[in-house]
C-alpha cells in the first residue's frame, strides 16, 4: 500500500520560509506525479503545486508563484516543497498526493490524486 508522510510543517512568522517533505515508503516516487495541496479551515481543499514523475515539469497556483519551490530528491525518494516570504494566509494543513502517470504535465486538480498523506499544519503568525 501507498503510503505518504509529510513532514516540515511548525509556526512561523510572515516572512519567514519553510521546507515541507513529502516521504514515501513501500514505492518509488519516480513513476509518480507529487502535489502539494492545503486546506484552510472552512475552505476547500487546494492545489498549491505540483512535479511530473520525470521532474520535468510543475506547476503552481498564482498565490504561491515565486515564493515557493518544489523539487525531487530521488536519493531520498522525497518530494519537497520550500515556502519563503510566508504570509498569514499561507496557514493551512498542507497535504502531499501520489498519481502514477508518466504524463509531461502534472496536475494540481484534488480528484487527479489517489494517494494521500496525513498532512503537517503550517502557520504563519507573528
Known amino acids: 500500500q501507498l503510503q505518504l508522510v509529510e513532514s516540515g510543517g511548525g509556526l512561523v512568522q510572515p516572512g519567514g520560509s519553510l521546507k515541507l517533505s513529502c516521504a514515501a515508503s513501500g514505492f518509488t516516487l519516480d513513476s509518480y506525479a507529487i502535489g502539494w495541496f492545503r486546506q484552510a479551515p472552512g475552505k476547500e481543499r487546494e492545489g498549491v503545486s505540483c512535479?511530473?514523475?520525470?521532474?520535468?515539469?510543475?506547476d503552481y497556483a498564482d498565490s504561491v508563484k515565486g515564493r515557493f519551490t518544489i523539487s525531487r530528491d530521488k536519493a531520498k525518494n522525497t518530494v519537497h516543497l520550500q515556502m519563503n516570504s510566508l504570509k498569514p494566509e499561507d496557514t493551512a494543513i498542507y497535504y502531499c498526493a501520489a498519481e502514477p502517470t508518466d504524463n509531461y504535465y502534472c496536475s494540481r486538480w484534488v480528484t487527479t490524486y489517489d494517494s494521500w498523506g496525513q498532512g503537517t499544519q503550517v502557520t504563519v503568525s507573528s
Open positions: 512535479i511530473s514523475s520525470s521532474g520535468s515539469s510543475t
